[in-house]
Structure formats: structure tokens, C-alpha cells
T-cell receptor, first 112, second 117 residues
């Protein structure tokens, strides 16, 4: 009964490649988020979607493009991967108005 | 400017003892929420406890309690009767309920807790 799931869990790729991370939640929430955790464990919001509409875009390079096909899914596509993109990416969801956020297990992205 | 400050990068605590993790926050909002999350070495983020800015009583969840001092803008987490499984990174986070925040969480740098036998 996974509440928020992400695939893949690990992603190792070369610089310049394009990759996607998928997120799904079965909690019936209508708001979903992407966070990035850097090598120093610092967590920062990247994007948020409410009812498939982008509501937060925190000055993330436009190589990052989120897509929400429906309320239960929020995917993250990254073009032209750079070394600095190596991080753990967490998806999260909450009800609206905002309640506690439930996080997915994270996707560890390593760019070589 | 950093909105959430956790001044303790790391702490050791003995099993069965209580430990207090410090968190101070900075906001001009009247309505906000404070959260604590636990991140064990396996990497997942586990929600522990929540305190709303209008809640008059301190939040408690099992062995976790939040010492909320609004005037001092602090929201310390107290873990009672520490267990070996409490060894993890602990993050304090804030959500400011302004119209352009939409619930995004702003995190502190975290405190690494190691529980020793």
C-alpha cells in the first residue's frame, strides 16, 4: 500500500543525457511537489502542482520540466543533464488546503 | 535569508535518554505550520509531528513532542526515551500560509542524531 511511489529509485547517467523520474500517489491528494536534496542533505522545493496546474516554480533551470498528467501523477523530466544535477529528488503530496506532506522514497540521480 | 535554523549539526544521545533538537524560524506570517521529519540512513522522509501557529497546546505524537515557543519563534523537537532506531537526520520545516506559498515546505539544514547503547 505505497502512498507515494517514485521510479526509478536509482538513476545513473552520463552528462548531456535526458532522463525522467515518475511519481504517483494513491492518497487522493490534489497537490504534489518535487524537492531536491543536495549532497549536504539540504532540501529545497523545486515545483508544485495543484490539480494539474503549476503553482510553484522555484527558479529551477528550464532544463527541468515537470508534467502532471492527472492529480495522482507528477513526473520530472530533465534535459541535458549536468554534473550539478546529481542529487536525491523527492516527490511529495498533500491535500489542499495544504496539510502535512507525505514523501516518496526518493530517486538518487548520479550524473557522470 | 534562511527561514529555518537548526544550530546543532550533530548530537550523540544515550539510549533511553531524552534529547531536544533545536529549531528557530523566521516569518512575518501570522498563519504558518511547523513540521519535523526524520530521515534514516535508508533515505526516506518520515513525517513526525506538526504544530500550527494558532495551536495553543504543544503537539505530541507518542515519544515525540514539539516545544512551541511562539514569541521566541522556536519549535524544538523532544524525543523521549531514545531508541537505537531513532538514529537519523532530523529536519525542521515551515510552511507559510500566504497565497503564493501554496504549502511549500522550507527546511532547515538538519541535525544528525546518533543514539548509543
Amino acid at each position: 500500500d505505497t502512498a507515494v511511489s517514485q521510479t526509478p529509485k536509482y538513476l545513473v547517467t552520463q552528462m548531456g543525457n535526458d532522463k525522467s523520474i515518475k511519481c504517483e500517489q494513491n492518497l487522493g491528494h490534489d497537490t504534489m511537489y518535487w524537492y531536491k536534496q543536495d549532497s549536504k542533505k539540504f532540501l529545497k522545493i523545486m515545483f508544485s502542482y495543484n490539480n494539474k496546474e503549476l503553482i510553484i516554480n522555484e527558479t529551477v533551470p528550464n532544463r527541468f520540466s515537470p508534467k502532471s498528467p492527472d492529480k495522482a501523477h507528477l513526473n520530472l523530466h530533465i534535459n541535458s543533464l549536468e554534473l550539478g544535477d546529481s542529487a536525491v529528488y523527492f516527490c511529495a503530496s498533500s491535500r489542499s488546503p495544504p496539510g502535512e506532506q507525505f514523501f516518496g522514497p526518493g530517486t538518487r540521480l548520479t550524473v557522470l | 535569508a534562511q527561514k529555518i535554523t537548526q544550530t546543532q549539526p550533530g548530537m550523540f544521545v544515550q539510549e533511553k535518554e531524552a534529547v531536544t533538537l533545536d529549531c528557530t524560524y523566521d516569518t512575518s506570517d501570522q498563519s504558518y505550520g511547523l513540521f519535523w521529519y526524520k530521515q534514516p540512513s535508508s533515505g526516506e522522509m518520515i513525517f513526525l509531528i506538526y504544530q500550527g501557529s494558532y495551536d495553543e497546546q504543544n503537539a505530541t505524537e507518542g515519544r515525540y513532542s514539539l516545544n512551541f515557543q511562539k514569541a521566541r519563534k522556536s519549535a524544538n523537537l523532544v524525543i523521549s526515551a531514545s531508541q537505537l532506531g531513532d538514529s537519523a537526520m532530523y529536519f525542521c520545516a515551515m510552511r507559510e500560509l500566504t497565497t503564493d506559498s501554496w504549502g511549500k515546505l522550507q527546511f532547515g539544514a538538519g541535525t544528525q542524531v546518533v543514539v548509543t547503547p
